[in-house]
């Protein structure tokens, strides 16, 4: 059994920041990353960070500059820095961890989402 929980997310005026944390829990094998993604009403899914085992980063484009990923190994728990905040910013925030199984295997863990909204 595992727990993915996220939390963090709320109302932020634009400028502002926020930061959100997803832990984990349960039998989790290793972990090859973690990553936010977020999803705006009437709008795909999209990646907005991740960050993989050899601690490599990756970024929207939307995001390079404003948010920062980063992690908790002994917690296994992610964060999301998220500064000068944007009201095309909003979104609910989804939090995922791929963990291995096997040498060939992985898994997607998804948490259960935190609402981002950035307005005035």
């Known amino acids: 059994q595992v727990q993915v929980v996220e939390s963090g997310g709320g109302l932020v005026q634009p400028g502002g920041s926020l930061r959100l944390s997803c832990a984990a829990s349960?039998?989790?094998?290793?972990?090859?990353?973690m990553a936010w993604y977020r999803q705006a009403p009437g709008k795909e899914r999209e990646l907005v960070a991740i960050i993989f085992s050899s601690n490599t980063t990756n970024y929207a484009d939307s995001a390079k500059g404003r948010f920062t990923i980063f992690r908790d190994n002994a917690k296994k728990t992610v964060y999301l820095q998220m500064n000068s905040l944007k009201p095309e910013d909003t979104a609910v925030y989804y939090c995922?961890?791929?963990?291995?199984?096997?040498?060939?295997?992985?898994?997607?863990?998804w948490g259960q989402g935190t609402q981002v909204t950035v307005s005035s």
């Open positions: 349960g039998n989790i094998f290793n972990i090859n990353s």
């Open positions: 995922n961890i791929r963990d291995r199984i096997w040498a060939t295997s992985t898994r997607d863990l």
